[in-house]
């Protein structure tokens, strides 16, 4: 597999025509549709796997994504920023005038520890207190007699919204000694550590795990975080990838997110470790 490794390399590609949208003449003068997304980091590397495929069966057409978090996504979608934005969670109430969201794949959110951590399981009440400062050293939950450097993630990132909704705390009471952005980030940064512990995306971080990243994937209420609980339906924290676009779907883009959704692509959704459209 090369797909998440070569992101970095794949967002460059993605980007070096910039966020110009609409038409375009190419350098021998043909018109190029151009589809701009935004949004979820956890959703761009399949986005543009998915981007590239379409382009090669639709000449002229040009796909670009940038991230941002599933925040800016949706609301460069409803600001009509982009064409297309990307989230990985449900969108809120108040998010939802003006847009429809389509859901591309599934995928769930884990909490992450070093391989070395003899620390194979916590309980929400102890992820609670380790997040909110109350749990500091992990001799307290059964590891090393060692600090806990605790990982948090970044503002406007879904994993951040759904870890504070489904544990019942305030973002504000979160006490954190890193902040990670992208996945990819927050992955490294455990690696690195022996006593780092953050949450991630379940397919991001099992696709790691499984090609010899130094990191170990916790259960959460006593059921495994892996990409086939996510798909039975028995993982406790799932959530949907989505694209998010305006009410008023133009015909481009309604064959992309056609396309998206289609069991063509299946196998770039399995690749990055995420759970396929269930038809």
């Given at each position: ?5 070569s992101?970095p390399?794949?967002l460059?590609?993605?980007?070096l ?28 590397p ?7 495929r379409?382009e ?22 409803r ?9 990985s ?36 009440e ?13 001799s ?24 504070t ?11 954190a000694?890193?902040?990670a952005?992208?996945n ?7 690696a690195?550590d ?8 379940v397919?991001?971080?099992e ?5 010899g ?5 916790l259960?959460?209420?006593?059921v ?31 064959r992309?997110?056609?396309y ?19 038809r």
């Open positions: 597999m090369r797909l998440l490794h992101l390399l794949l460059a590609t993605a980007l025509s910039g966020c110009t949208g609409g038409s375009a003449a190419d350098g021998e003068g043909n018109q190029r549709q151009t589809i701009r997304l935004a949004g979820s980091s956890t959703l761009a399949l986005a543009i796997e998915i981007g590239k379409f090669e069966r639709n000449p002229g057409v040009r796909i670009e994504v940038q991230t941002g978090g599933s925040s800016r996504g949706i609301a460069d979608a600001t009509g920023a982009v064409e297309c934005g990307m989230s969670r449900d969108l809120k109430d108040s998010e939802k005038d003006g847009v429809r969201a389509w859901t591309v794949a599934m995928d769930g959110v884990c909490f992450l520890v070093h391989a070395s951590n003899p620390v194979r399981e916590l309980s929400e102890q992820l609670r207190g380790i997040y909110t400062g109350r749990i500091t050293r992990w307290e939950v059964g590891g090393r007699d060692a600090e806990i450097i605790c990982i948090n993630r970044a503002d406007g990132r879904s994993e951040l919204e759904l870890v909704k489904h544990f019942g705390i305030d973002p504000r009471e979160i006490d000694d890193l902040i952005g992208e990819q980030q927050g992955i490294k940064m455990v690195s022996e006593n780092a512990i953050t949450y991630m995306s397919g991001a971080s696709y790691e795990a499984r090609n990243t130094p990191i170990h994937l259960p959460l209420r006593g495994e975080a892996s990409v086939a609980t996510v798909a039975g339906g028995t993982y406790p924290l799932s959530r949907p990838l989505l694209y998010v676009t305006s009410d008023e779907v133009a015909e481009l883009i309604s992309f997110i056609e998206s959704r289609s069991a063509e692509v299946d196998d770039l959704v399995k690749a990055f470790s995420y759970v396929p459209l269930q």
